[in-house]
């Protein structure tokens, strides 16, 4: 039976930083707009910042819908799944942001997170999630898995990229200015990385 829970207790932010992986559901609000569902799960990507706010770095890939639905609506939901140990889903459904490079409170966010995260090339924002409602549910049905390691693909792929090389990434990039409903997006030129 799932519970509602009034914020991230303890064992709920231990449960959400054991797991390798969560996805993120956004969507437009046009009833005929695209939903959008991402996995993420580069490790040290995501940090609970208080009891009802979580935020994840947000890497260059192949679109940019999450930053446009929140631009448009803040509606977002995170979804951790136990793959291994007790069964669980953990869900967050908020009100998310995107927080640019340039924006004054970037600094103080990038230092919640690993240095070797927030040195990896192709970051592009940071999505904060403010909690609305947090809740579980068993998990009963989600399959048991062995995590075998990392993949560095997405790291490797992005680090041999410079600065002005990304910046041009994301301007040629389908879906990065606006997403695949046309909603603006991703606001380019991108802005540099504060010194």
Known sequence: MGRTYERIDDRLREFIEAQKLFFVASAPLSADGRINLSPKGRDGSLTVLDELTVAYLDFGGSHAETIAHLRENRRIT?????????????????????????????????????????????????????????????????PLMEYQQERDLHTRYFDRKGEDEFAAYCERAVHNRTSIDGLPALPLPLPPLPH
């Open 78 to 142: 995170l979804m951790w799944c136990a793959f291994d140990g007790p069964p669980k889903i953990l869900r967050i459904h908020g009100e998310g942001e995107p927080v640019f490079r340039d924006d004054p409170r970037w600094p103080d966010l990038l230092a919640r997170f690993p240095t070797g995260q927030t040195e990896a090339g192709g970051l592009r924002s940071i999505i904060v999630v403010r909690a609305r409602t947090v809740s579980d549910s068993c998990g009963y049905a989600v």
